[in-house]
């Protein structure tokens, strides 16, 4: 088990990124339901659809708190000489306590009354966000720290309110029509939102500004330092996130007088808002894991090095040897001989390893490249055959599943299902299936043997998981600048994906300007991925 948790903050991303999310979600339904909603004839129906939905998160972050705090207390006893009641009393012990209790009060509550337009409903939220920011790089600062306790519970806040609450606008503006009702009633609902929505994006970007200046310091620990890398993606998401929100904050604001399409389009965009808002808040639980900026004096890349590293080169198109690779020790002994106390960077890639990485980036980039040209070119009438561009995708999972971990089976000693024991491992084989699954949905979309419109979703849903899941994949290369000039390429990639998958859902899901918009931005993402992979270096 310590093996496989060797990768332990990929683990406490996740887990804090589903902490976030399901916290999210539960203050924002709360807020919706008691101070948002008003009364219409489909307020019955909304207001179950929604209990569930909380109800669902409640349960989930439940289930997240037990499991984080179970792994992490693991953890500390297998690697120092703690025991189970040495930790009862530490802070992320009290804060998951307080949460789980808090989560179970409202299932409790919601058992026995229904959510009603009271503030009261409103009080679940106070210990809720004091339980995450407890576990906040804010709670453990010395310095400014009731400052960086405020301003984080604002940013979390003013988070739940806006993007926690954009799966019960979802809900709400796709519910269908009833002759009887007031559509105006429904409008101004949607209204009140996209103020508070408003309210909201102010609040948390304001907060994020005054939390940058005391954990980044500087402007050269921006791009210098992996918590500033991180807080740039971020920033980039959150850019493309305001994009969308006011194309549905005008739309609320000028609703026309054939009201129910204009309710499916906004139902329509939310969608790409909620994916792009919660891959935002595993971007955040990202940070979460990272020192702040402001914290790490060395080590920090300069400008020159960076240049020096992504200055364009011809891409290594010749692999090294697989009898040139370094012995690669069986799984099984590795697991016996793993040290949880070794340092990292005695595990440093040699040459060969890297040339090893450098050859699979670069020819991985040549596929996405094709792959984005064609899908481009396949706009036009005159390249019909282009359409056919997700076949080369094909191409891309064989060359992973055979390439992308020269230690494990066909290549290495160590066997293909020895070879989910290695996190590194299972990401790769994660995304040869993703890549698959897309592939086989995608091409009969383009090609018209798949008619099917929730079919043509297989391929933008894919794609910005496999972004978000990105932002999460790491190398360990030993040397601390070279593992941030590989996040910086890595994080650039996951964007891009990111914008491309929903970009591409949002043509599928919008009619007029906006879907018109959308179907160059993502071809257009596939290039950029490409041309990314093919300047990918390790040294």
Known sequence: ???????????????????????????????????????????????????????????????????????????????????????????????????????????????????????????FAVPLLVASVWTSHAASRLDDRAWLIVLTGIHQLATALWIGSLPYIWMFAGLGQDPSESQAARVDTLRRYSKLALSSAVALVLAGIGMAYFYVGSWDAVDGTAYGVVLTAKCILLVGLLVVGAGNFFSIRKFPKSMQPAFLRICHATEAEIGIGFTIILAAASLTSQPPAVDQVQDRLTTQEIVARMSPRWPRLTTPSISAMPPVQPMAQAIRNYDPTEDTA???????????????????????????????????????WARNWPLVFLGLAIFLFFRAD?????????????????????????????????????WGVQTGRILSRKAALVFPAVCALGGALLLTHSHSLGDVKDELLAQMTHTAIAICAVFAGWARWLQLRQQGRSGRIAAWIWPVCLILIGMILLDYREA
């Open 1 to 123: 088990m310590l093996w496989f948790l060797r990768d332990y903050p990929l683990a406490a991303v996740v887990l804090r990124a589903a902490t976030l999310a399901f916290q999210s979600i539960v203050i924002g339904g709360l807020v919706f339901c008691s101070v948002i909603l008003r009364t219409t004839s489909l307020e019955g129906a909304f207001r179950a659809k929604a209990r569930r939905l909380i109800r669902g998160a409640s349960v989930g972050l439940i289930v997240t708190q037990l499991v984080y705090v179970s792994l992490d207390s693991a953890m500390l006893m297998g690697t120092s000489s703690l025991h189970l009641a040495d930790l009862l009393t530490a802070n992320y012990v009290l804060a998951g306590a307080l949460a789980v209790v808090t989560a179970v009060a409202l299932l409790w509550s919601l058992h026995r009354a229904a959510i009603s337009s009271s503030l009261n409903w409103f009080w």
């Open 406 to 442: 020269p230690e494990a089976w066909p290549l290495g000693p160590r066997g293909f299902w020895q070879s989910f024991y290695n996190p590194e491992d299972l990401e790769h084989r994660l995304y040869v299936l993703l890549i698959l699954s897309f592939v086989a949905f995608e």
């Open 346 to 384: 005695s595990s440093t890639n040699n040459p060969t390893e890297q040339a090893w990485s450098e050859y699979n980036h670069h020819w991985a980039g040549i596929v996405v490249l094709l792959a984005g040209i064609c899908a481009l070119l396949a706009r036009s009438r005159k390249f019909l």
